[in-house]
């Protein structure tokens, strides 16, 4: 669907951090929303947390960065990163252009999502918290 | 957070619909239109305007002001001859710098001086407390000026359409009086871009009555359509006057830092009379400096940012980031830092610490361009 100026696509489980998390059986893929690349603008640099980690939800998993700012990556959801997209250390812009797929951030081998998903949102829920934001 | 309502500027409804805002020194101001990218590459390689009224600028007239002027200010007053300027500093009686400015003489015994908007009331403050022994009179006029920065290698022949005067006159750091469309203005060939390119005082012009600041803005517009002209805002602001080795007050150069280790003693006249700094600063020069602001570039991924820490070696800390960004021009982060004065040399390889990693980076001279192909220096191109 799409919700202002955002895309969010419907069968992804969204955080309120930004991230994405599309789940292919016990393995999802992760990345930052269409809003979060808007607000970024003109991401320059993007750094990933090495292969292999295992992260807990909502612990930080890398950093993105536009021109002026700062900002980090949550692990939407918690398990072990098996693979990231190395595409971005070249072409950080992909984030920009194309936020739900080749913009993608990591692959995680999922550990407990049936809980992490409590804490995610659906793609309804996300559009109606965006709304909130911008009012 | 602030109890203070932002300020605006003239052009602010033009701003809030086309522009992403910020708030700035108590300003409300577009921070990009299009983007930073976009409007840094306009600038280097055509033409950007700025709205740059959030400044503060004070006129100081009477018949002592050359002696008060030279009293506040570090560089020599004296050799200014009317509608010419010159960058400059104010200094503590540590040598600290209060601000740096621009000074434009606009006729014997009148002068203005341009700062920075996060100083406003303190550099009033000051002037006026110093002028008091001078026969010098300090009048802030910043709420009556707008003032637009016009910048890159089209913005001669941008601003040439809608003026009244040969601009091409107005050399590099001298000024002049014209009309822009049937506004009359003050323009200085200055700027914070390291181009070519003026800056446009639209004087008598407050806020409540921006007939003329809009006027003025537009035709720039309108004139520089050819060119592609890019409105920007202070991000791309900010990269171009990094990339050109410009401090910017509050991150590069504070009262804690004094001009000599900020490599700003081109613009301090030791051999002049008594001024405020002079003697803290002949006894620096004296006793030498211990560290020094230097440009560095990353040759490894990795954007330094603010008080990022320099190390030689991944051994020793040797100095920290006072600015950094990721370079539109270089296409790699680039920094100001401050280092050890062993570590200041051309070439030096020195490491940023960037959250936990030791990121390779060179010492290299401002500007970071080559400059024969950007700034205000290059080779003229050919007109067809």
Sequence with gaps: MRVLDYEIPDKLHYSKEHEWVRVEGKQAVVGITDYAQKQLHEIVYVEVTKVGTNIDQFQIMGTVESVKSVSDIFAPASGKIVEVNNELSDSPELLNEDPYDRGWIAKVNLTNFDKDLKKLMSAQEYARYIESLEE | ?384
């Design chain 2, 1 to 384: 957070m602030s109890e203070k309502p932002l300020q605006r500027t003239h052009l602010y409804r033009y701003h809030k619909r086309t522009a992403k805002m910020t708030q700035f020194a108590g300003f409300e101001m577009p921070l990009w239109y299009k983007g930073i990218i976009p409007e840094h590459l306009a600038v280097r390689n055509s033409v950007g305007i700025f709205d740059i009224t959030h400044m503060g600028r004070a006129v100081i007239t009477g018949s002592k002001n050359e002696a008060f002027l030279n009293y506040v200010t570090t560089n020599d007053v004296a050799a200014l001859t009317p509608l010419s300027a010159h960058y400059s500093l104010m200094c503590n009686e540590n040598g600290g710098i209060k601000d740096d400015l621009i000074l434009s003489k606009l006729e014997q015994e009148k002068f203005l001086m341009v700062y920075n908007a996060a100083n406003r009331q303190k550099n009033y403050q000051w002037l006026i407390q110093n002028a008091k022994t001078f026969n010098a009179k300090v009048e802030d006029v910043s709420d009556n000026i707008a003032m637009f920065a016009v910048q890159g290698p089209k913005a001669q022949q941008t601003l040439q359409k809608i003026a009244n005067t040969d601009l091409s006159k107005i050399e590099r750091f001298k000024c002049g009086w014209t009309k822009l469309t049937d506004v009359d203005v003050f323009l200085s060939r200055t700027g914070y871009t390291g181009e070519d390119g003026f800056e446009v005082f639209v004087w008598n012009t407050p806020l409540k009555d921006p007939a003329n600041a809009e006027k003025v803005w537009n035709a720039t517009l309108e004139a520089g359509e050819s060119f592609e002209i890019q409105p920007c805002g202070l991000g791309a602001r900010d990269t171009l006057r990094l990339e050109a080795g410009m401090c910017l007050y509050g991150n590069d150069i504070t009262e804690d830092t004094n001009p000599l280790e900020a490599g700003l003693g081109f613009v301090v006249k030791l051999q002049k009379e008594a001024f405020l700094g002079k003697e803290a600063l002949l006894r620096q020069k004296m006793e030498g400096i211990k560290r020094k602001r230097v440009g560095l570039k990353m040759l490894e991924k990795g954007i330094p940012r603010p008080q990022h820490e320099v190390w030689k070696d991944s051994l020793e800390k040797v100095g920290y980031v006072t600015s950094g960004t990721f370079s539109p021009i270089l296409h790699c982060g680039i920094a100001m830092a401050y280092v050890s004065v062993q570590y200041m040399t051309e070439g030096e390889n020195l490491n940023v610490k960037i959250r936990d990693k030791f990121i390779k980076a060179e010492v290299v001279k401002f500007p970071f361009y080559d400059t024969t192909k950007y700034g205000y220096g290059r080779q003229k191109q050919c007109a067809y």
